[in-house]
């Protein structure tokens, strides 16, 4: 069913849009994350992260930052990695998010691209999962994924 709109409508509504002020715009729109192809962490995640890195004696070291990736297996056919790392390669694709520095390499970043890296400490399973908008199964662990 479509709906016929008028000329006059339309334009109305534009110049109706073009006064409301950008910043009651941004309040009513996704986040920012929603506007760069990113990694993201949530709130819980990075404080898990600082003090995992505190714990391996890394926390005042600048150079270390979470190294993240997907390799081959796991029951859904691919799985999350993630590490500490301080080496950066040519191809890796870097990002900083809440202050934590999050590194790919770029074919993980392919099946990555706008995930969010968050954690739980819930009764259901406690760690650290991915919240992967571009798999389109995940095994019951939620450790393998498929796209």
């Known amino acids: 069913m479509s709906t016929n709109i008028s000329n006059n409508s339309v334009d109305t509504l534009l110049v109706e849009s073009s006064q409301v002020p950008l910043e009651e715009v941004a309040a009513t729109v996704a986040p920012a994350k929603l506007l760069e192809n990113a990694i993201y962490i949530s709130d819980k995640a990075k404080d898990k992260v600082i003090n995992l890195m505190k714990d391996a004696g890394l926390g005042e070291e600048p150079s270390y930052f979470l190294r993240v990736g997907v390799v081959g297996g796991g029951c859904s056919g691919l799985s999350y990695k993630m590490d500490f790392d ?9 990002f900083e998010d809440k ?3 999050i590194v790919t390499d770029l074919k993980s970043f392919l099946y990555l691209v706008n995930t969010e890296l968050e954690f739980s400490d819930g009764l259901n399973g406690k760690g650290f999962y991915f919240n992967n908008p571009n798999a389109s199964r995940s095994c019951g662990c939620g450790e393998s994924f498929a796209v």
Request: charged residues 35%; without cysteine.
């Open 86 to 94: 301080n080496e950066q390669k040519p191809m890796d694709q870097a």
């Open 99 to 101: 202050g934590i520095k």
